[in-house]
């Protein structure tokens, strides 16, 4: 309990409906309702995204930089990506619904749904969730220090970077120039994962993400 909320304030909220808060929709399957303490100020070191996702749409690689995230499945199917920074290893978890994957403070991840109607649970340990997102570093970080830092050419990130203009959030972007008839493949190496954090599934695994029938190498054309 918050000592220092005056619960007797005509102004104290205990109750609120996410779908006045719309934090990011890229289109009517795909968005995210925040829940922090400025929609409900009874919260205390909580808050939660209300996330819905089609079929391979990815939430951005970012990190949160005051919070760990415990992600819940309700309905569909995610897998979620990290980096150990610790092991300097990338996992992947699939989870489906009843299933969490906790991503500690400060770690990059990202997550991609496997499955349309997904819909998942971001939980926080902070009263206003905040994050740091992939996009941001890559259109902000100036491309002569890319270059110059990791013996790249500056005109070819240039070129890669011009249609990153704002956060993307949700990707691929509506406007992706890029987007196939087909889904593109997305790699994830599931071999990462030991047996024992992955458990049974009640759809097969694929030489892609679980559920995904094409191949992550497979170059469209």
């Given at each position: 309990?918050?000592?220092?909320?005056d619960?007797?304030?005509?102004?104290?909220?205990?109750?609120?409906?996410?779908?006045?808060?719309?934090?990011?929709?890229?289109?009517?399957?795909?968005?995210?309702?925040?829940?922090?303490?400025?929609?409900l100020?009874?919260?205390?070191?909580?808050?939660?995204?209300?996330?819905?996702?089609?079929?391979a749409?990815?939430?951005?690689?970012?990190?949160?930089?005051?919070?760990?995230?415990?992600?819940?499945?309700?309905?569909?199917a995610?897998?979620?990506?990290?980096?150990?920074?610790?092991?300097?290893?990338?996992r992947?978890f699939?989870?489906?619904?009843?299933?969490?994957?906790?991503?500690?403070?400060?770690?990059?991840?990202?997550?991609?749904?496997?499955?349309?109607?997904t819909?998942?649970?971001?939980?926080?340990?902070?009263?206003?969730?905040?994050?740091?997102?992939?996009?941001?570093?890559?259109?902000?970080?100036?491309?002569?220090?890319?270059?110059?830092?990791?013996?790249?050419?500056?005109?070819?990130?240039?070129?890669?970077?011009?249609?990153?203009?704002?956060?993307?959030?949700?990707?691929?972007?509506?406007?992706?120039?890029?987007?196939?008839?087909?889904?593109?493949?997305i790699?994830?190496?599931?071999?990462?994962?030991?047996?024992?954090?992955?458990?049974?599934?009640?759809?097969?695994?694929?030489?892609?993400?679980?559920?995904?029938?094409?191949?992550?190498?497979?170059?469209?054309?």
């Amino acid at each position: 309990m918050d000592s220092y909320m005056d619960y007797t304030s005509p102004s104290v909220q205990f109750t609120y409906d996410l779908k006045d808060n719309v934090l990011f929709q890229k289109d009517a399957q795909n968005s995210f309702n925040e829940l922090s303490v400025q929609q409900l100020n009874t919260l205390v070191n909580i808050s939660l995204l209300d996330i819905r996702l089609s079929t391979a749409n990815v939430i951005e690689p970012h990190y949160h930089q005051n919070a760990s995230e415990l992600v819940y499945c309700i309905s569909g199917a995610v897998t979620v990506s990290l980096i150990n920074p610790f092991t300097r290893e990338l996992r992947h978890f699939p989870i489906t619904p009843g299933q969490v994957v906790n991503v500690p403070q400060g770690w990059w991840h990202y997550e991609v749904a496997t499955m349309d109607d997904t819909h998942l649970l971001a939980i926080f340990n902070a009263p206003i969730p905040e994050f740091i997102l992939g996009s941001d570093i890559l259109r902000l970080t100036p491309s002569n220090i890319l270059a110059h830092t990791y013996c790249l050419n500056e005109n070819n990130i240039q070129e890669a970077l011009a249609p990153i203009k704002k956060p993307v959030m949700i990707g691929p972007p509506n406007d992706c120039k890029h987007q196939q008839a087909k889904k593109p493949g997305i790699h994830v190496r599931l071999a990462d994962t030991p047996p024992q954090a992955a458990p049974e599934r009640t759809y097969a695994h694929t030489n892609g993400y679980p559920g995904f029938s094409f191949n992550p190498y497979h170059e469209w054309t």
